[in-house]
């Protein structure tokens, strides 16, 4: 973990007046929750005021099962930010969550060679700081 948020290398999510940064106390908590429709029960992510579903906006934080499967990914091997030249090759995966909604993340322990579709993983919380904590994935045990 960096010593403080300064020190983290690499970008880091907004934590202040958002509904993104509700979604990251959470993750500071080690818990994965996702919006969830109180009318309809529709899951959504990134965290907005309003249902795509029925139009609501009536919702709340509701834990998810912190398992899913690999849906997409693509792999860096030319890094376009300087932070993270030091991580390639990479892959960001998109991970399809047992709830249906769709994440960008990373694997902990999968090369991007050994990547395939629908592999199972579950969520992992890494404290890159002392204030933010990353929810990342690993194979599903
Ligand atoms: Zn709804």
Redesign the pocket.
Known sequence: MAETTRDYPRPLPRRRNSMAAEFYDYCKKHELRFQR?T??G?WRHVPRDM?A??G?FNWEWAKSSGKGKVFSWTTVRQPMLPQFADLVPYSPVVIEMEEGVRLVSWIIDVPPEELRLDLPVEVVFDDVTPEVTLPKFRKAT
């Open positions: 429709c009318d309809c529709t249902c579903k029925c609501s």
